[in-house]
């Protein structure tokens, strides 16, 4: 347990770091929290640098996710979008939802979006230790996923037991991912017995 867990933690740490990307049709940008009309500085640092691939022709299209906590705020994802509009995106480049309170539905509601454009191929962005369960929940939606983490954030600054914490949280919460579809394959797989059985 101990040397899958120093895996799952060195797996987290790799995917964390800065890499190249190819161009891909669109760029997803995992949703932060958002202060009022106004994105925190988390989240204003993840739609900077999907706006910089959008720039630098990476990218035509920007997807933003993210829910409100409360029905009287706007969304993650609206907020995102009109900030990327403010940095001169163009409206029609831009698409977001309005939903989804969590990384695993972060990614399925933006999938829901790509398929109506025929897209299966993304950059993912987001701070860079969130970065390796995001790439995992992506290709078990079947999407092709490249990560792009930000080069400026407030978690660059945390020193290396900070982000040995933070890398080990991770680890802790894609062990919870894998299990989640363990069982929730065998709950379906039970099921189509019974109704197999019942037939």
């Known amino acids: 347990m101990l040397l899958l867990f120093v895996g799952l933690v060195t797996y987290v740490w790799y995917h964390a770091q800065e890499r190249a990307v190819e161009p891909a049709p669109a760029v997803i940008v995992l949703g932060a929290a958002a202060w009022g009309n106004k994105p925190s500085p988390v989240f204003k640092e993840r739609i900077a640098h999907a706006v910089y691939l959008y720039e630098a022709g990476l990218a035509q299209k920007l ?9 009287d705020v706007p969304s993650e994802g609206k907020v995102g979008a009109r900030w990327a509009i403010k940095q001169g995106v163009a409206p029609q480049a831009i698409a977001y939802e309005s939903t989804s309170r969590d990384t695993w539905h972060n990614l399925k509601n933006a ?24 790439g995992i929940m992506a290709r078990d ?29 991770e680890s802790y919460l894609i062990i919870g991912h894998q299990l989640r579809k363990f069982f929730e394959h065998n709950f379906y797989q039970a099921e189509l017995s019974v109704g197999e059985a019942v037939e």
């Open 141 to 169: 939606l079947d999407l092709q996923v490249q990560l792009s983490p930000t080069p400026t954030s407030k978690f660059n600054q945390f020193s290396a037991l900070e982000k040995l914490i933070l890398y080990s949280k």
């Open 63 to 71: 997807i933003f996710t993210g829910g409100a906590l409360r029905d």
């Open 111 to 134: 999938k829901v979006i790509l398929q109506e454009e025929g897209i299966d191929s993304v950059i993912l962005v987001s701070d860079y230790f969130h970065l390796a369960r995001a």
